[in-house]
């Protein structure tokens, strides 16, 4: 990001620097195939994917393309990752996320990037409910993307292959059961 800040100033040198991070993130975002799940669970999800977003947004911004880096099919999916490992009380905790009391959200980048609504919408309901919302909330939310309620929509059955992670659901309201099981590899 911040060979992209001066790359209007030094072309040259930047697009050198902006070669080399942009050569490296595909490594990273493959590691969302085939279900957009991280190994590591939701806290290193979150924080790996606070800094992709802004990066990706920043190249769209400064370059016009993300050279395709957006459109990886794990990438595209993992949005809804917190979503899937959260029930109404609290969210799977896997490799060494901790335990929490509340469900994890999403990102609104993930909604207006794949012009997803009904994530929006489930974005934007959590951090109504959570009453938090942070800078990146705010600069990726839409208005127009919250407006309908699409969660019937969205599957109660969810299984995440790559770490064979299960939920079921009976909705998605706060008074729904809901039941999670993680049987891939524990030790990531």
């Known amino acids: 990001m911040a060979a992209l800040s001066m790359y209007e100033e030094d072309p040259n040198e930047m697009s050198e620097i902006i070669a080399l991070a942009i050569n490296a993130l595909p490594k990273y975002i493959q590691s969302f195939d085939p279900d957009g799940q991280s190994d590591e669970g939701l806290m290193y999800w979150g924080y790996g994917l ?5 990066a990706m947004e920043s190249m769209q911004r400064v370059l016009g393309t993300s050279f ?6 794990g990438f595209k999916k993992t949005g809804w990752f917190p979503a899937f490992v959260s029930g109404p009380v609290s969210s799977l905790n896997i490799g060494d ?10 990102f609104f980048w993930f909604a ?11 974005q934007y309901d959590l951090c109504k ?29 969810n299984h995440i292959h790559g770490i064979e992670l299960m939920s079921l659901r009976s909705g998605w309201d ?13 030790n990531a």
């Open 174 to 186: 706060n008074n729904a059961s809901f039941i999670s099981l993680h049987g891939g590899y524990n």
């Open 50 to 54: 606070m800094y992709t977003t802004i």
């Open 129 to 157: 409910e959570s009453n938090e919302m942070n800078w990146m909330d705010m600069l990726y939310y839409n208005p127009k993307m919250v407006r309908s309620n699409l969660k019937n929509n969205i599957p109660l059955e």
């Open 112 to 122: 207006k990037n794949n012009n997803d609504t009904a994530l929006a919408k489930m």
């Open 68 to 73: 395709g880096l957006d459109q990886f099919t």
């Open 97 to 106: 996320d901790p335990i929490k009391n509340g469900k994890s959200r999403s």
